[in-house]
Each structure stands twice: as C-alpha cells, then as structure tokens.
C-alpha cells in the first residue's frame, strides 16, 4: 500500500468558513474522508500547522518515509525558502497544491518559492485538487 502525506498550512484550518467564494463550504476533514474513499489503494496521513517551522518539522518527520507528499503551503508557497530547502533535502516526491487559480488571483500570489522544488504543481480545482495530485503520485 502507498503511504501519501497530505500537509497543509496557515489557514487551512479554517476550510469551510473562510472565504468560501474563493475556497468554498467544505471542511478539509469532510473532503479527507472522501480523498479515503476515493483512494482505498493509498494510505493517507495528514497534517496541518500554522506554523512554518511546524511544517519544515512534519516534512523533515515523514519524508524519508512516505511515496510522496501533498503539499498546500498557503500563504507560505510565497515566501519561504526555508520550505523550499526543507522539500528539496526529503527523498519523498512533493505535489505543490493549491485549492483556488492563484494566478488569476492578486500579483503576490503568482510567485511560488516552492514550485522549483516540487516534482509538480495543481492548482485551481477546488479540493479536487488533493485528489488529482495524490493521482499523480
Ligand atoms: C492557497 C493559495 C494561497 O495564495 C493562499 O495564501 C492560501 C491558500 C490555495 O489553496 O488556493 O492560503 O494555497
């Protein structure tokens, strides 16, 4: 069995109620119980933090481990290139995941300093996205 890690960061937490024109009415522990059905082949843990190091923490934790990893690094995928060292020093492929089009969103939102580091990049198809990057896994 295929062991997938799904990690989120900042805000995340809030899925369902924040935003929901741009992120939607779904909680992530809602579409997580249907990302399970969906892929009864992959074992899928989970994790999210609102803190950076937490992150850099839980990749380092899981990443010499795990088939590959999902990663929405929120508001961190523009900033952080301690993540971006973090995902490049694991052996585990990344999947960059963002649930809303960020390149049809605000001009901050159209650099990622993560992207370089991952094996690929989803965004843009609401929560369906989790489920097309864990596919490309
Ligand atoms: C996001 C997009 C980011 O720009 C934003 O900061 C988020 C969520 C997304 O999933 O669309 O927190 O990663």
Redesign the pocket.
Known sequence: MKRIEIIN????NLLGRREPE??GHRSFEDCLTELRRQCPGVEIGYYQSNHEGDLIDRIHAVGFDVDGIVL????Y??TSIALHDAIKAVPAPVVE????N?HQ?EEF?HHSAISAACRGVI?GFGLDSYRLAIEAL
């Not at 960061?9 to 995340?12: A, D, K, R, Y």
């Not at 929405?72 to 508001?75: E, L, Q, T, V, Y």
């Not at 995941?97 to 809303?100: A, D, L």
């Open positions: 960061g900042p805000n995340l741009v992120y929405n690094a929120g508001a995928t523009h995941v963002h649930i809303s960020v969103r939102r965004c």
